[in-house]
């Protein structure tokens, strides 16, 4: 049977009746292991005689930490590994308030999107995680920002994988972090990121759960996003904005485009302009990101990072044209906190090392 981390509010009540035991009871361990991040208080719920014993037969969890590393800064990077061997990332983030943290989680082991630039990419899709590993990255996490004394106000599926390409579990996933009643973080503190797979930006919207949408496009035109993101060749600028459109109209809330400023490649102040003018009239706001720069990336290019005065330019333009335009500050560089880094380090331990490069999206 699944670990108790698998479970929706619905399906363990099912269970609960088919082990022969009020379903009532279901929400009261759910509430005490999501309240207490994974980890349940068991004298605190009064429980019919060998319900603990049952749901502890299982488990309450399928991942275990394989790694922790802190930075200086305070992020905190954890690789977990899953029942079957494999590993997946997770990041803590915390806020400029000290008492405050975001959570980064991953969506996939691996992934199969392939962007130019990004140390995922480069082992490759192997599989997509439940939404119960999922959900344990949240758990892990937020036992991280207790022990930091630090409340996990954000929550960012930004981490390995495409989200959209797993959207069942992750939407699985997302309806327990988000759920009120189970005492975790609320819809409007989580936010789901694409490279832009429109299918997946309908989906969602569709789907009633109204998160924020964020969209790595880190490119105005699609000559240069197409050279970044292979998704790019599948589905345009044009087209993916417009998605993003449709998105804020069902939920009415504002798009966040996400774009990692590489040194000659898209961060001219032509770009700004090109850029400005596709997003201006939308009212979407930029998350302008810097590159973690680690090496050679899938197609032997060494990106750099952009100089701060370009990227101070490249906001300033901008700015001048009335975007709201953020630089979203690099997380836990001494770690590797850009997606993928440290699962791809913690790999080249065991197996002959490779090339890494950044990842940022
Ligand atoms: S940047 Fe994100 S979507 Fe692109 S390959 Fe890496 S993990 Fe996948």
């Not at 960012?156 to 309806?175: C, K, Q, T, Y």
């Amino acid at each position: 049977m699944p670990a108790l981390s698998e479970y929706s509010v619905a399906d363990f009540e099912h269970q609960v009746v088919a082990w022969g035991h009020p379903a009532v009871h279901a929400r009261k361990i759910l509430r005490r292991f999501y309240t207490g991040a994974g980890e349940i208080a068991w004298e605190k719920i009064e429980l019919p005689k060998g319900l603990r014993e049952r749901v502890l037969a299982d488990g309450l969890v399928g991942s275990t930490l394989a790694t922790r590393q802190q930075d200086p800064d305070g992020t905190v990077k954890l690789l977990l590994r899953l029942g079957d061997g494999r590993t997946v990332e997770t990041v803590l983030m915390p806020d400029r308030r000290s008492d405050r943290a975001a959570g980064c989680l991953s969506t996939q082991v691996g992934c199969a999107m392939g962007c130019d630039f990004c140390a995922t990419a480069q082992a490759g899709f192997e599989r997509n995680l439940t939404s119960g590993e999922i959900a344990e990255q949240f758990l892990a996490i937020q036992r991280e920002a207790r022990a930091a004394r630090r409340k996990l106000r954000t929550i960012v599926f930004m981490g390995m994988g495409e989200p959209m390409h797993n959207l069942d579990a992750v939407l699985a996933a997302v309806r327990r972090i988000g759920h009120g009643e189970l005492g975790a973080v609320g819809w409007a503190q989580i936010a789901i990121s694409t490279v832009g797979i429109v299918p997946g930006i309908e989906a969602l919207a569709a789907s009633g759960v109204p998160v924020a949408l964020a969209i790595s496009l880190h490119a105005p035109d699609d000559a240069t996003r197409a050279r970044l993101l292979p998704t790019g060749r599948r589905y345009g600028v044009a087209e993916v904005l417009t998605a993003a459109d449709r998105y804020q109209a069902a939920t009415g809330r504002v798009v966040n485009i996400q774009y990692c400023l590489l040194a000659g490649v898209n961060d001219s102040l032509e770009h700004a302009r090109q850029l400005a003018a596709l997003l201006g009239p939308r009212r979407m706001h930029v998350n302008l990101l810097r590159y973690n720069p680690t090496g050679l990336s899938l197609r032997g290019v060494n990106y750099e990072p952009s100089s701060d005065a370009t990227a101070d330019a490249f906001a300033a333009e901008l700015r001048a044209r009335k975007l709201v335009a953020h630089f979203r500050r690099s997380r836990g560089p001494d770690i590797a906190a850009a997606c993928g880094q440290l699962r791809q380090r913690r790999t080249s331990m065991v197996s002959p090392p490779h090339a890494t490069s950044g990842a940022v999206a």
